[in-house]
């Protein structure tokens, strides 16, 4: 199940997002107080990134804050502002290289593997959909990092922004591939090595190569070298170096 960002009410997620720069302070009420919403947040991240997004109800987060469940609404509406919350905060925390000095091409390859660590270390965040993004000052010092890959390279504003999503819509296609392997071979006990052995003799009786030549030439050449179908760490690595590439047709040849 997919869930989407920015889902809940837009006035009370804003004031939450913004509640440090706006000065506002978490409510008092509650069995537990001096209870943040930072705290709030946290517990949430951490049983997402435990057991995945479905695990995060406000009866659980309550109980790894040892609350009742009622005082959770005294801090955020619901499920839909946490999950903005929650989303926030990990880009407020992401850890971010300076990217000033090197070549473009390293800044992006930079961006991208700063995207790529965040969907390992919160994998829950794949299955969010932000085509509405939470806009918190997280997202906002995100967003400001990762446009200084591409500044200095004579872009318009316009071509910037497209060049970035790009990369970032690159990255998560890239990780959401992984996680579905990984998961085939979770669920099936069984590496794509062992799967296609397993299946080999009866595609060796319904498969005929004449008829398929190319399928069969390059398909074989491909299993051989990669051990698998789908190899995510190779299709990450020719993937990326090829949108470089064509960005390198926009930029060094302007």
Do not use: C
């Not at 961006?111 to 939470?134: C, I």
Request: net charge negative.
């Amino acid at each position: 199940m997919v869930e989407r960002s920015s889902a809940g009410d837009p006035g009370k997620t804003l004031a939450l997002l913004w509640r440090h720069k706006l000065g506002e302070r978490a409510p008092q009420r509650g069995p537990r107080k001096g209870l943040s919403i930072d705290q709030v947040v946290d517990a949430a991240i951490a049983l997402a990134d435990a057991d995945g997004l479905a695990a995060v109800t406000m009866r659980r987060v309550a109980e790894r804050l040892e609350v009742s469940t009622m005082s959770m609404y005294t801090y955020v509406p619901g499920k839909a502002e946490l999950l903005d919350l929650m989303l926030d905060g990990i880009y407020q925390r992401m850890p971010r290289e300076p990217l000033e000095g090197l070549p473009w091409r390293e800044r992006v390859a930079a961006v991208a593997a700063q995207n790529r660590a965040l969907y390992r270390r919160h994998p829950w965040t794949l299955r969010v959909s932000t085509s509405r993004p939470p806009l918190g000052p997280g997202l906002m010092a995100k967003y400001e990092h990762e446009l200084g890959a591409f500044l200095d390279v004579g872009l318009e504003d316009l071509r910037i922004d497209s060049a970035l999503t790009l990369v970032l819509d690159f990255v998560h296609s890239a990780e959401l591939a992984r996680a579905q392997a990984e998961a085939a071979q979770r669920d099936s006990a069984t590496t794509d090595e062992q799967w296609w052995r397993a299946h080999e003799p009866l595609l060796a009786e319904v498969f005929d190569p004449g008829e398929y030549p190319h399928a069969a030439r390059i398909g074989s050449a491909a299993g051989t070298e990669l051990q698998a179908a789908h190899n995510p760490e190779h299709a990450y690595e020719f993937g990326l170096q090829r949108i470089i590439d064509g960005l390198a047709v926009l930029i060094e040849g302007r």
